[in-house]
């Protein structure tokens, strides 16, 4: 059975503290990695997606990597608008229809 | 309308009731999905439709009944639901389901649904 899982489940940063976010899988035959950032309240917002180890996205100050077994969320020098819930899934092939399994998510707060 | 938008933002809704859910999305996609969100779980898939034909039932109880009249709209009606049926219900689009290629799904806003 597909699993991902994400840690911290919460983290808090003060305002320019850069830190990590941590996403481990385990898939057959991966199709892809996604990261998205939820606001309370609302859809998730779509921000990468990965699809070999090795691969690096960047987005003004986060920045996606992959990994065969994890990926790393790198938020550098954070800001307060940058506090949200960010998820993580993983895209297999099962039978032709790709199914999507999500995290439950890692839950930041940066204070200014 | 951009993207993808769903309606009601919010409801309330007695366990006797009927209601639905409406989606529609702007970005051309072949496959729809309805999810659920419930506080501390992981996204629930509850049914994908490819080219309007649904390929995927996650044991959704019966309560739940999509319909899905075009590629862009897709709706989810609700009829005696349960209290915990109370959630966030996202509806999201993407490309291509046929699993040839990695399909990036996008979500609307979601409807937040309370079961009384």
């Known amino acids: 059975e597909d699993q991902v899982t994400q840690s911290p489940e919460a983290l808090r940063l003060q305002e320019g503290e850069s830190s990590s976010l941590n996403c481990s899988y385990t898939?057959?035959?991966?199709?892809?990695l996604f990261w998205y950032r939820q606001d309370p309240g609302k859809g998730p917002e779509f921000l990468f997606t990965?699809?070999?180890a090795g691969e690096e996205k960047e987005k003004e100050r986060l920045k996606a990597t992959l990994t065969k077994k994890e990926s790393f969320l790198h938020i550098t020098a954070p800001k307060p608008e940058d506090s949200a819930t960010y998820l993580c899934?993983?895209?297999?092939?099962?039978?032709?229809?790709?199914?999507?399994?999500f995290g439950i998510g890692t839950k930041l707060q940066v204070i200014p | 309308e951009t993207g993808v938008t769903q309606t009601p933002r919010h409801l309330v809704m007695g366990m006797t009731n009927k209601k639905s859910l409406k989606c529609e999305q702007h970005?051309?996609?072949?496959?729809m999905y309805w999810y659920k969100q419930s506080a501390k779980k992981p996204l629930e898939l509850m049914f994908v439709?490819?080219?309007?034909?649904?390929?995927e039932n996650n044991s959704v109880p019966s309560r739940f009944s999509p319909e899905c009249p075009n590629s862009s709209h897709l709706f989810l009606h609700l009829h005696t639901l349960q209290p915990e049926d109370s959630a966030l219900y996202l509806c999201?689009?993407?490309?291509?389901?046929?699993?040839?290629?990695?399909?990036?799904?996008?979500f609307g806003p979601g409807t937040r649904l309370t079961v009384l």
């Open positions: 999201a689009s993407s490309q291509d389901s046929s699993g040839v290629e990695t399909d990036t799904q996008y």
């Open positions: 898939v057959s035959g991966l199709r892809g």
């Open positions: 990965l699809y070999s």
């Open positions: 899934a993983v895209q297999a092939n099962s039978g032709g229809y790709q199914k999507v399994t």
């Open positions: 970005l051309g996609h072949n496959a």
């Open positions: 439709y490819s080219l309007e034909e649904r390929v």
